[in-house]
């Protein structure tokens, strides 16, 4: 079975640190995709950034960058000169490649506050 | 290009009564998921469709939750009777798989804004 863990319940940083958010995965297919998404206090989940398994490529957009570790399975979001609209609860989650596993399994989320 | 839409946002009701929510995918996405999202916790899948085939409702409570939808485009989630522990908010999204042309976004899941379901 497929899980996703953020061990991370909670963090406050002060405007302008730098944060890394941790996301570690389990998983038994070969082929499968990790996403983050951002869940602001207004509720809608907003995607990130989506990554498949064939693909360890960091990646870097803005003040975003995720870094892919396959062999450690984890897959972590940093956050560079962070800023009070960034405070947000942010989830990690796995899908698989398989049709009836294409749902996506979410960890617990990590709570983000960014204090001015 | 218009989101996920949801309705209602919100919904109040007593145990024991029955509730439905509706929602509107992305225009052309194929597939449109039901996630339940309780207080503090990640969302949960409750239901899968692509087109309007269901493809995998294994944690459906199937005694008082349905869902449907006919004709492959919008989708209703009832729930009957509610039960106190049915509070959370139930967040629909859809993605393009199964669509011709998808490309490589072809399993992004994105989200509409979420009914806040409380069950007094």
């Known amino acids: 079975a497929q899980k996703v863990t953020q061990a991370q319940t909670e963090i406050s940083v002060v405007e302008k640190e730098d944060v890394t958010l941790d996301c570690v995965y389990e998983?038994?297919?070969?082929?499968?995709?990790l996403f983050w998404y951002k869940q602001p206090p207004s509720g809608e989940l907003v995607f990130l950034i989506r990554?498949?398994?064939?693909?360890?490529q960091n990646e870097i957009s803005g003040r975003y960058s995720w870094n892919f570790q396959k062999s450690t399975s984890s897959f972590n979001f940093t956050i560079t000169a962070s800023q009070v609209v960034d405070s947000a609860v942010y989830f990690c989650?796995?899908?698989?490649?398989?049709?009836?596993?294409?749902?996506?399994?979410f960890g617990s989320g990590t709570r983000l506050q960014v204090q001015p | 290009e218009a989101g996920v839409a949801q309705s209602p946002r919100y919904k109040i009701i007593e145990k024991r009564q029955s509730v439905a929510f509706w929602c509107n995918p992305i225009?052309?996405?194929?597939?449109l998921y039901w996630y339940q999202q309780i207080l503090g916790q990640g969302p949960k899948l409750l239901i899968q469709?692509?087109?309007?085939?269901?493809?995998?409702d294994s944690q459906l409570p199937k005694d008082r939750f349905s869902a449907e939808r006919l004709k492959g485009v919008d989708s209703t989630l009832k729930i009957q009777p509610a039960k106190l522990e049915d509070s959370a908010v139930y967040l629909c999204?859809?993605?393009?798989?199964?669509?011709?042309?998808?490309?490589?976004?072809?399993?992004?899941?994105?989200f509409g804004p979420g009914t806040r379901l409380t069950v007094l």
């Open positions: 998983t038994r297919d070969t082929t499968y995709y």
């Open positions: 469709f692509q087109n309007n085939g269901v493809v995998d």
């Open positions: 225009s052309g996405h194929a597939t």
């Open positions: 999204a859809s993605s393009s798989y199964g669509l011709a042309g998808a490309g490589k976004a072809w399993n992004t899941q994105y």
């Open positions: 989650a796995l899908s698989e490649a398989h049709p009836g596993r294409r749902a996506l399994t």
């Open positions: 990554r498949n398994s064939f693909d360890e």
